[in-house]
């Protein structure tokens, strides 16, 4: 039996050839792999620095918010601690009879004989106008009353300065989305 030489160099020859083209498009694929990689890397380290810049953005307006709510609840707390010590004083006042309060009655109305003296104080301001003194114990709950409107007043001024504090960040952030 004679060995074809000629076939099995050409045989040799095809497989040289295919493993040459084999290990070149190896090497080619796997620089394009390597580039790849590469870009995918830069672009989750751009994604990253992005989104810690963003999260650090809305931090600081987180905080700037939360700064302005506290100053807006110090101020809302002053203004209640300043009505109450003003509501005591005048308490006391009314209970030591260091103040009577009074009111001032219509001198043009038909019920004119109720008994009540038209006598005008030197120091008043009214000009000689009609007044009856209140009994201290109405004038306690007429300055109970006026408290705890004072006080309702002042926390109706703290929710609405908390809603348009919530509002203006809302605003701010609503902006900031949009652009």
């Excluded at 989104?51 to 700064?67: G, H, N, P, T």
């Excluded at 003003?86 to 009074?102: F, G």
């Amino acid at each position: 039996m004679t060995v074809p030489w000629r076939m099995i160099g050409a045989l040799a020859l095809v497989l040289m050839g295919a493993g040459s083209a084999w290990q070149f498009q190896d090497w080619h694929y796997d620089r394009q792999l390597a580039e790849q990689a590469r870009l995918h890397s830069e672009t989750l380290n751009q994604l990253t620095q992005a989104a810690a810049s963003a999260r650090q953005a809305e931090q600081d307006k987180r905080l700037a918010l939360e700064q302005r709510l506290a100053a807006s609840e110090q101020t809302h707390f002053e203004k209640m601690i300043d009505a109450q010590k003003n509501q005591d004083r005048l308490r006391d006042r009314v209970a030591t009879s260091d103040l009577r309060l009074s009111v001032l009655l219509d001198a043009t109305d038909a019920a004119k004989g109720c008994g009540v003296p038209a006598t005008p104080s030197t120091g008043g301001v009214d000009h000689a106008a009609v007044r009856a003194r209140l009994d201290p114990a109405h004038a306690q709950r007429i300055i109970a009353i006026t408290d705890a409107g004072d006080r309702g007043l002042i926390a109706l001024q703290a929710c609405q300065a908390y809603i348009r504090t919530l509002n203006d960040g809302s605003a701010l952030l609503l902006r900031r989305v949009s652009q």
